[in-house]
């Protein structure tokens, strides 16, 4: 009980604080990242204290929990210090903060059993089975403290809504005042952990059932593994390349096996965990993960190679070296077997675990800045000419790489030597005229649009001025002609002119028809769409029965047309 209490006091006062920065949320951009950095503090020296607690060496603990708090609240005020006002940073800087919430679970989940370890034995030696025991048993320690916080809310929203039947509000305001919220939902949290980590058996059991679940999968997973690379020299890599998501595929089956495989070997004091033939089947996939870690390096390479750096693909390429030392590490351990059983995945797993500690952190730092390594690999590209500059996403560099990216953009808006320098100029003019990456997106495929258009209107012969028109039209979905699901033709509509120019466009599979006319200056004017109630007929459907001559036009004073049987009409522009 004395733990309880404990755990769920420090959940409160973590409660109480955090209310306390929101509350007092500065709005200059400087103090909030410093906002940024003890709110973190906060999360991370309670989150060592809940789960390292032992009721002694409270000096240890403290000193743990403040170091812990220390780094990754400093970590995260460089972070915040991203999140500026103008839009050629906010963006970029918003998805670090996200991807900085996921590494600080992920490297505090890995960093938890170490902390716990040394708290406990005060000793830098960290035995693999409380290693294994911790890893696994904090996850449903956790998973028990947030069902608990979760199933109080239950209780209290209930609560207050059964006072409230009778008239009753007083609970239903105190339970919506923040810092009630706050204080409440940290203590509950605490109190769960604390249930959490005294109810062993439950843990015990819910980590067996996982355990044996995984356990049972793995030869399955291995197996694939192996018939994969045993069909890939048949096939070739060519059809790997062609769904552009092979490496991210190959990435996620290699992270399947490290889980699995762990599950089986757990604390890796068993001389046979599984019957002989599938250790051997499982030795045999251990050794096929280096397989598909080639395969995958070789398409990360070919894209960065050829497009550059990009965040996505700068976390790609970490992944990839965690998960190359793992397999390399799993690899060498099957070819030299040993007992108990691959005694080697030892030292292997407590290495790549400190190398996920380092590289989750360093990554949100300078040193390895995904923002900031893409935004010079996408500058070089530019400047060295080794992308042609009218395809160059200038966008993508000032919008979505940071500060840095910014300042590269206009290090390249500044360039006065440069084999394309006329191009370079305009895609910089183009890149200035809008506020977002959004907005320079629009752009780019209106003037794809713009082109397929066109080349539509050569086709059927339209008269000038057609062409800007439909570009012009809000209503209109004209990006989708540049992916090829557009055709233009001419219908008399209205009985008394020289015909009406409809644009059949595809949205979702479903078609559209926009319809042009030309006033008596001879301007063209958006008329409407028009509409019908054949739900199923697609773009494509449409282009055969015109181009087959299977339409008509039918009063009334715009006539609704009967395309294949299907009668469309006129709606008006809002």
Same mark, same amino acid.
């Given at each position: 009980m004395r733990e309880r209490v404990s755990l769920a006091a420090i959940g409160a006062a973590q409660g109480f604080a955090v209310w306390l920065l929101a509350e007092s949320w500065p709005e200059a951009h400087a103090a909030r990242a410093i906002f940024v950095g003890i709110l973190t503090f906060l999360v991370t020296s309670a989150a060592v204290l809940h789960f390292a607690w032992t009721s002694e060496h409270v000096v240890r603990l403290l000193a743990l929990a403040a170091a812990t708090g220390m780094v990754y609240g400093l970590i995260a005020t460089w972070v915040g210090g991203g999140l500026a006002d103008d839009n050629a940073v906010s963006d970029a800087g918003g998805e670090r903060v996200t991807t900085w919430i996921l590494a600080s679970v992920v490297t505090l989940y890995v960093l938890g059993p170490f902390l716990q370890i040394h708290q406990?034995?005060?000793? $830098?030696?960290?035995? %693999?089975?409380?290693?294994?025991?911790?890893?696994? =048993? =904090?996850?449903?320690?956790?998973?028990?403290?947030?069902?608990?916080?979760?199933?109080?809310?239950?209780?209290?929203?209930?609560?207050?809504?059964?006072?409230?039947?009778?008239?009753? /509000?007083?609970?239903? @305001?105190?339970?919506?005042?923040?810092?009630?919220? %706050?204080?409440?939902?940290?203590?509950?949290?605490?109190?769960?952990?604390?249930?959490?980590?005294?109810?062993?058996?439950?843990?015990?059991?819910?980590?067996?059932i996982t355990l044996n679940v995984f356990t049972g999968l793995l030869p399955l997973v291995c197996f694939v593994a192996l018939l994969f690379l045993a069909a890939l020299p048949l096939t070739g890599l060519e059809p790997l390349w062609k769904t552009e998501r092979a490496s991210s595929l190959l990435l996620a089956w290699v992270v399947v096996s490290v889980l699995f495989f762990n599950a089986v070997y757990q604390e890796g004091a068993r001389a046979e965990p599984l019957p002989r033939p599938l250790r051997r089947l499982v030795e045999a996939g251990l050794i096929a993960m280096s397989g598909f870690l080639a395969v995958s390096a070789w398409g990360l390479w070919l894209r960065v190679d050829q497009y550059g750096l990009t965040p996505a693909r700068m976390w790609a390429v970490l992944l990839w070296i965690v998960l190359a030392a793992y397999a390399l590490g799993y690899a060498g351990a099957a070819i030299g077997r040993g007992l108990p059983w691959l005694p080697a995945v030892r030292p292997v797993n407590r290495a790549v675990a400190w190398l996920v500690i380092a590289l989750g952190l360093l990554v949100h730092t300078p040193v390895l800045d995904p923002l900031g390594w893409?935004?010079?690999?996408?500058?070089? $590209?530019?400047?060295?000419?080794?992308?042609?500059?009218?395809?160059?996403?200038?966008?993508?560099?000032?919008? /979505?790489?940071?500060?840095?990216?910014?300042?590269?953009?206009? /290090?390249v808006a500044s360039l006065e030597s440069h084999p394309e320098i006329e191009a370079v100029r305009a895609g910089v003019a183009r890149?200035?005229?809008?506020?977002? %990456?959004?907005?320079?997106?629009?752009?780019?495929?209106?003037? +794809?649009?713009?082109?397929?258009?066109?080349?539509?209107? &050569?086709?059927?012969?339209?008269?000038?001025?057609?062409?800007? &028109?439909?570009?012009?039209?809000?209503?209109?979905?004209? @990006?989708?002609?540049?992916?090829?699901?557009?055709?233009?033709?001419? #219908?008399?509509?209205?009985?008394?002119?020289?015909?009406?120019?409809?644009? #059949?466009?595809?949205?979702?599979?479903?078609? $559209?028809?926009?319809?042009?006319?030309?006033?008596?200056?001879?301007?063209?004017?958006?008329?409407?769409?028009? #509409?019908?109630?054949?739900?199923?007929?697609?773009?494509?459907?449409?282009?055969?029965?015109? +181009?087959?001559? +299977?339409?008509?036009s039918v009063p009334p004073i715009h006539r609704d047309l009967l395309i294949d049987g299907s009668r469309y009409w006129l709606v008006p522009p809002r």
């Open positions: 406990r034995t005060g000793r $830098r030696v960290f035995a %693999y089975e409380d290693l294994f025991l911790h890893s696994w =048993n =904090n996850f449903f320690v956790a998973l028990i403290g947030a069902l608990f916080a979760g199933a109080l809310w239950v209780v209290l929203l209930l609560w207050a809504e059964l006072f409230e039947l009778i008239g009753i /509000q007083v609970f239903g @305001d105190l339970f919506s005042e923040p810092l009630f919220v %706050y204080v409440a939902t940290g203590a509950a949290v605490g109190f769960g952990i604390a249930l959490g980590r005294e109810s062993e058996r439950i843990v015990a059991t819910l980590r067996t893409s935004a010079r690999s996408q500058y070089r $590209r530019i400047v060295e000419g080794r992308v042609p500059a009218a395809g160059f996403d200038y966008g993508f560099l000032r919008f /979505q790489l940071g500060r840095e990216g910014a300042e590269r953009f206009e /290090q890149a200035r005229e809008v506020e977002t %990456y959004w907005d320079w997106k629009r752009q780019g495929e209106s003037s +794809r649009a713009g082109k397929a258009i066109g080349a539509l209107a &050569k086709e059927v012969a339209a008269p000038p001025g057609l062409v800007e &028109k439909i570009r012009r039209t809000s209503e209109v979905e004209a @990006d989708r002609c540049s992916e090829g699901e557009c055709m233009l033709f001419s #219908a008399e509509l209205s009985g008394d002119g020289p015909g009406e120019w409809i644009l #059949a466009s595809s949205v979702y599979g479903s078609s $559209r028809l926009h319809v042009f006319s030309q006033d008596q200056s001879g301007s063209f004017v958006y008329l409407g769409e028009l #509409a019908t109630s054949n739900d199923l007929a697609t773009v494509q459907s449409v282009a055969t029965a015109i +181009r087959e001559g +299977r339409f008509e």
